[in-house]
């Protein structure tokens, strides 16, 4: 139990790191490959004593070895909770090879959410992938969701939102209606419904709360990319026991 723990901490970390530089390149269309890290303001390349996660950053003091520009927090702050959040699915889902399709699944999600948080864009190119990674895990490995199940979750999640976006007239992005649709793939119908259901609670709450500590404006822009992942990744967690609790105790 501790190695493992262990091991997925680590895992976290240099996931987190992963996340982070596809946040910065992938919306400026920059390979995530080459060329390797290096810095934002003087361009120079990063060695390895430089990118270890967390303890990298600290060492430096939150500045550029080279040009002492300073770092953002976020790096550390995304390496950490992707950390937290790997250990946690862990204690929940167990050592299985469901913890591997939620490891990846949340790992998604996190980069979808801060992409969309930034840019007020969810990027095709990301959906994409994102989308065949899910059929890849339903038929070929997990099995959990049949083909059907998959289709049926995809379309109607996409339908569900497209009609919002038509009656509200763009209130919802179409960013938003691909994002879903994708989900749908990887949690069926029943896990999508109850994400569309929970990402609108969410959603509401979120929004008064950026506005109560006045992170946001009224007349600011709130994505509602990062609701639609919170509310899957309660839905790939907890969304069975949801939906039986909820027939048991609610419908009679």
């Not at 909770?81 to 250990?87: E, N, R, S, V």
């Not at 029943?190 to 929004?207: A, D, P, V, W």
């Amino acid at each position: 139990m501790i190695e493992m723990s262990l091991l997925l901490v680590v895992l976290g970390l240099i996931v987190g790191s992963f996340i982070n530089v596809c946040i910065f390149r992938l919306p400026r269309n920059e390979s995530i490959v080459f060329p390797g890290s290096r810095c934002v303001m003087c361009k120079t390349p990063l060695k390895s004593k430089d990118l270890i996660p967390v303890i990298g950053y600290f060492l430096l003091l939150g500045r550029c070895r080279y040009c002492e520009c300073h770092i953002s927090i976020r790096y550390p702050v995304v390496e950490l909770f992707t950390a937290f959040i790997f250990l946690y699915s862990f204690f929940v889902v167990g050592s299985s090879v469901k913890l591997i399709e939620v490891l990846i699944f949340i790992s998604f999600l996190i980069m979808i959410s801060i992409i969309d948080y930034d840019h007020q864009l969810i990027l095709d190119k990301t959906v994409v992938l994102f989308s065949a990674v899910g059929v890849i895990f339903n038929i070929f490995i997990n099995g959990s969701v049949s083909v059907l199940d998959m289709f049926l979750g995809s379309l109607l999640g996409g339908a569900i939102l497209l009609l919002i976006a038509i009656i509200t007239k763009g209130g919802m992005g179409g960013g938003d209606i691909k994002f879903v649709a994708a989900l749908g793939l990887w949690l069926g119908l029943k896990l999508t419904l109850l994400t569309i259901f929970l990402s609108f609670i969410i959603g509401g709450i979120g929004s008064l709360l950026l506005l109560a500590f006045k992170i946001k404006s009224r007349k600011d822009f709130i994505p509602f990319g990062p609701f639609i992942s919170i509310a899957a990744f309660i839905s790939m967690l907890y969304g069975t026991e949801i939906i039986s609790w909820y027939l048991q105790t609610i419908v009679k």
